[in-house]
């Protein structure tokens, strides 16, 4: 317990000032963490507009319809990020590497497939060292205090879509929220004579669950919708066995709009809110969020090329909540006759909130088999 409340006290210090180094989002930091994306490379090489319509994007339950045979896809990146804070006499550059999807679905009869897989929830990856000045014996003794965080809340999924009519597809999915992260605090004295270094080390699990539904609906040939909701319990945080944290999630919903301007091209967009401000009413720092994406694909099957843009808000931050805006591209190869696709992507992101700004280049790549 001692390290718990070391490790919350130097948490509850760490925004806006200090020196930050980390290897996920900063603005994740004054929350429970930077919520994951739910997209395949494809989808995500299109602004994430692609997600609702996409069976190897963890998004939505109804588009595993479209996995006609047994398949299965992974995502993968690897981000450098900059950051930026408001005064700081030089921005810091940091490297990270996620296989943040995965997805596997394959039909049970005719009209029913089965799937599942795993994707981040929350990413509490970071690193953040904070100097200051503390009265000790009516003395000020300078002191740097540093806490690590390294883990992430997993979104283990299990969903079943039907297709009830040609044009109509419905989908229902469990949730089962896990992980942990490995907190490491630690505070060094600049007076090492007369006072030693401390260090705290604590693991946390989370544990949650969740459930979500959606529906594909063909109004015409080359017109589809798409809606979905999704409403997760609270998140519990233990640490050797112990509750020592309680959180509610928010409840998401969102609707997507596809069409296939011929044989060769198609275009989407999506917007998506979740009410994190709802989850967390005490907590000033805690935003609703609203995002939005557009996308194309255009060339054949085969060898497709990608591009899109998306924007919105960050759930967590100080003041107002922080916007993001997102630019990406790019394409995809077939092979061995269609039973494999490579896909590759790439994403340039930045962030703005209070103090920081945050500039992101990712590379992606994604494997679907179809054996």
Same mark, same amino acid.
């Given at each position: 317990m #001692? $390290?718990?409340?070391?490790?919350?006290?130097?948490?509850?210090?760490? /925004?806006?000032? @200090?020196?930050?180094?980390?290897?996920?989002?900063?603005?994740g930091i004054k929350g429970l963490g930077t919520p994951g994306r739910w997209e395949s490379v494809r989808a995500r090489s299109t602004g994430g507009a692609f997600a609702p319509f996409d069976p190897f994007s963890p998004l939505t339950d109804a588009s595993l319809a479209? *996995?006609?045979?047994?398949?299965?896809?992974? &995502? %993968?990146?690897?981000? /450098?990020?900059?950051?930026?804070?408001?005064? *700081?006499?030089?921005a810091s550059s940091l490297r990270a590497t996620r296989f943040p999807a995965l997805v596997i679905a394959g039909p049970v009869t005719r009209r029913i497939v089965v799937g599942g897989g795993f994707a981040t929830y929350l990413d509490r990856t970071f690193g953040v060292r904070i100097q200051d000045t503390i009265d000790l014996r009516g003395v000020q003794e300078p002191v740097t205090d540093e806490i690590t965080s390294d883990g992430a809340v997993t979104d283990l999924r299990l969903a079943a879509a039907a297709r009830l009519h040609t044009r109509l597809a419905l989908g229902l999915g469990f949730h089962l929220l896990t992980g942990s992260t490995r907190v490491v605090a630690t505070r060094s004295f600049a007076d090492s004579t007369n006072y030693r270094n401390s260090t705290a080390r604590d693991e946390v699990a989370y544990s949650g669950a969740g459930g979500s539904a959606s529906l594909?609906?063909?109004?015409?040939?080359?017109?589809?919708?798409?809606? /979905?909701?999704?409403?997760?319990?609270?998140?519990?945080?233990?640490?050797? @066995?112990?509750?020592?944290?309680?959180?509610?999630?928010?409840?998401?919903? %969102?609707?997507?709009?596809?069409?296939?301007?011929? *044989?060769?091209?198609?275009?989407?967009? &999506?917007v998506m809110w979740r009410?994190?401000? @709802?989850?967390?009413?005490?907590?000033?720092?805690?935003?609703?969020?609203?995002? /939005?994406?557009?996308? $194309?694909?255009?060339?054949?099957?085969g060898t497709p090329l990608r591009f899109g843009v998306r924007g919105g808000q960050l759930p967590f931050g100080v003041g107002q909540a922080p916007s993001e805006v997102a630019y990406s591209a790019g394409l995809?190869?077939?092979?061995?006759?269609?039973?494999?696709?490579?896909?590759?992507?790439?994403?340039?992101? =930045?962030? #703005? %909130? &209070?103090?920081?700004? =945050?500039?992101?280049? &990712?590379?992606?790549? @994604?494997?679907?088999?179809?054996?």
């Open positions: #001692k $390290a718990l409340v070391m490790v919350t006290a130097l948490a509850l210090a760490i /925004w806006p000032s @200090g020196r930050v180094a980390a290897q996920d989002s900063q603005f479209d *996995a006609r045979r047994m398949s299965a896809s992974i &995502t %993968g990146g690897t981000s /450098w990020r900059t950051l930026e804070p408001t005064g *700081a006499a030089q594909l609906l063909d109004v015409t040939r080359d017109v589809r919708l798409a809606g /979905w909701l999704r409403s997760d319990s609270r998140l519990r945080a233990d640490i050797g @066995g112990r509750q020592v944290a309680e959180n509610d999630l928010p409840f998401s919903y %969102g609707a997507g709009l596809q069409w296939r301007a011929g *044989a060769q091209a198609a275009v989407a967009g &999506t009410n994190w401000r @709802g989850a967390s009413p005490a907590d000033s720092n805690s935003h609703d969020t609203l995002n /939005w994406s557009v996308g $194309a694909e255009i060339g054949s099957l995809g190869r077939q092979f061995s006759g269609g039973r494999g696709r490579l896909d590759i992507g790439l994403e340039r992101l =930045e962030r #703005k %909130g &209070t103090a920081l700004t =945050e500039r992101v280049w &990712t590379f992606l790549v @994604g494997l679907t088999v179809r054996p």
